[in-house]
C-alpha cells in the first residue's frame, strides 16, 4: 500500500532553512508522457536564503531569469551552467522573499548536473508548480532519516561567511 502524500504548497512556503533539510528522504516523482511515473529519494540539498545570501541568484536582484525566485514557494527554479547542465531548485518561502532549494542528489545519482541530465530536467520546467503539475511533484512517505549537514559546494566567490554556512543536507543510502 503506497501512503505517499505530495507535498503542499504549505509545505513549500516556509523558509528555505527548513524546507531544505525537509527534503532529506521526500520523493521525488516524474510522470513521463507514457503515463510511466518514476520515484527517488531525495539524498542531498542546499538553501539559498534571499538577497543578503551572496551565493544566491537572487542576492544580483531580481531578473528575468530569477522571478520565479520570488513567487510563492512551490515553484520550480531551473538554470542552466557551464553550457551543459540544468540545475533543479525548488523555490522555498512566501512571495517576494526569494528563495531556493537545490537538488544536489536523488537516489542513484550524485551530483545536480547529473541528475537533471538521468531524470530528463530541462528549462521547460521552468516556473512548473510542484504542488499542482501531472509531470513533477515531490511526495513524503514519512521516511525521515538523520541527515548531515556542511558546506555548499562551489561557491567560493559568495566569500565569507556565505561559502561556510552549513547549509547543504544529506544521507548517503
Sequence with gaps: MNTAERLTRDFFVRDVLYVSPDLI????????????????????????????DKACHASKGRTARTDVMYQEGGKIYVYFVYGMYWMLNFVAGAKDNPQAALIRGIEGFNGPGKLTRAIGIDKSFYGEDLTSSKRIWVEDTGFNPEFKTGPRIGINYAGDPWKDKPWRYYIEL
Excluded at 32 to 37: A, F, N, P, R, V
Excluded at 42 to 47: P, R, V
Design 25 to 52: 528522504g521526500k520523493t521525488l516523482a516524474l510522470q513521463s508522457e507514457d503515463d510511466l511515473i518514476r520515484r527517488f529519494i531525495i539524498t542531498e540539498t542546499e538553501a539559498y536564503r534571499g538577497p543578503e
